[in-house]
């Protein structure tokens, strides 16, 4: 089969399409025959030598895919051949079939096309997990998600909007800011010319966010906590603005606050078997009705994996971008 490899580490040149063997079933597994895979910011990171697989999995990128299952393994129980799928990966998506663990497999949802179900995975269960089962956001708590028009961010204005929040965003663009507005967001904040501190505690009369989900860490880190509110939680999950940084404690006893970094690649797969579980019984529903949805900047086939890693990285997007197979 083609699939996207590493021969060395770099810059996106690299990304070379192969012949590689296929994948192998293996018990409690399915080998979905892919449509679409989604390309994510640890691709990137992977690409450059930073973000190795674990131990165990594909050592080619992509982390979430859409497609239709054509082998069924041993064990696997509730589907079948043929059916319509989209899946959370440790690695492989990036290739023409891939084999999914069971438990991380997803129907596609009711009024979403196949290819565009690709958009789906990674970002719901990050979002889920970190905002909803980790954070706790509650309605009518004040949520900031720091790159409100990244695929992050799209899914996390409308899923916590559906319940209720009050979303404030940063973005670096009226463009973008204009994006997260139509999906619902309430604060909007261009950080190239606005202090988001600032901006928080004037919307919410010195009170602060309740909770924050933040992608560039370091560099954000104080003002992170200087804008939270008491008891609030920062969720951290990405390092875009580095990865070493100066905790106030004194900030952090003050607001009884909660200083939380996660990941979702290297989770157990029983571990991830679980987020997607509870992303099927309360995400997908408000795709089905239509409250939710995918955000797709651009669908760019396989062979031109290296132009989509420039698009992700110049971060020019609007959601998500998709490789096609």
């Given at each position: 089969m083609q699939a996207i490899?590493?021969?060395?580490?770099?810059?996106?040149?690299?990304?070379?399409?192969?012949?590689?063997?296929?994948?192998?079933?293996?018990?409690?597994?399915?080998?979905?025959?892919?449509?679409?895979?989604?390309?994510?910011?640890?691709?990137?990171?992977?690409?450059?030598?930073?973000?190795?697989?674990?131990?165990?999995?594909?050592?080619?990128p992509g982390l979430e895919v859409?497609?239709?299952?054509?082998?069924?393994?041993?064990?696997?129980?509730?589907?079948?051949?043929?059916?319509?799928?989209?899946?959370?990966?440790?690695?492989?998506?990036?290739?023409?079939?891939?084999?999914v663990p069971a438990g991380q497999l997803l129907p596609v949802p009711k009024g979403v096309d196949l290819v565009d179900a690709a958009a789906l995975p990674e970002v719901t269960c990050t979002v889920w997990s970190n905002v909803f089962l980790t954070a706790d956001?509650?309605?009518d708590d004040v949520f900031l998600v720091h790159g409100g028009s990244s695929g992050i961010g799209t899914m996390a204005i409308q899923l916590a909007?559906?319940?209720?929040?009050?979303?404030?965003?940063?973005?670096?663009?009226?463009?973008?800011?204009?994006?997260?507005?139509?999906?619902?967001?309430?604060i909007l904040i261009n950080y190239k010319e606005q202090d988001f501190?600032?901006?928080?505690?004037?919307?919410?009369?010195?009170?602060?966010?309740?909770?924050?989900?933040?992608?560039?860490g370091a560099k954000y880190l104080d003002r992170?906590?200087?804008?939270?509110?008491?008891n609030g939680r920062l969720v951290i999950i990405g390092m875009q603005g580095g990865i070493k940084g100066e905790l106030d404690i004194s900030k952090l006893l003050t607001k009884r606050a909660a200083v939380i970094a996660t990941s979702l690649r290297a989770r157990p797969r029983a571990e991830k078997a679980t987020?997607?579980?509870?992303?099927?019984?309360?995400?997908?529903?408000?795709?089905?009705?239509?409250?939710v949805h995918p955000v797709v900047h651009d669908r760019l086939p396989l062979a031109r994996v290296a132009d989509a890693h420039r698009l992700l990285d110049e971060s020019s997007h609007i959601g998500k971008v998709l490789l096609t197979v």
């Open positions: 490899t590493l021969p060395t580490f770099g810059d996106e040149d690299v990304l070379t399409l192969a012949e590689v063997p296929a994948p192998t079933l293996r018990e409690g597994e399915v080998i979905v025959d892919v449509a679409a895979a989604g390309v994510n910011r640890a691709d990137l990171l992977q690409r450059q030598g930073f973000y190795p697989p674990p131990r165990g999995e594909s050592e080619l859409s497609g239709t299952i054509s082998q069924v393994g041993e064990g696997v129980e509730g589907w079948t051949v043929g059916d319509e799928v989209c899946a959370l990966l440790a690695g492989g998506g990036y290739a023409e079939q891939v084999a956001l509650q309605p909007k559906a319940i209720g929040a009050r979303v404030a965003v940063t973005a670096g663009s009226q463009a973008k800011l204009d994006a997260c507005r139509e999906l619902g967001a309430d501190v600032a901006e928080i505690a004037s919307a919410t009369g010195d009170s602060g966010a309740n909770v924050i989900l933040d992608v560039i992170n906590l200087d804008a939270l509110a008491v987020i997607v579980a509870a992303v099927r019984e309360h995400v997908w529903p408000m795709i089905e009705t239509g409250g």
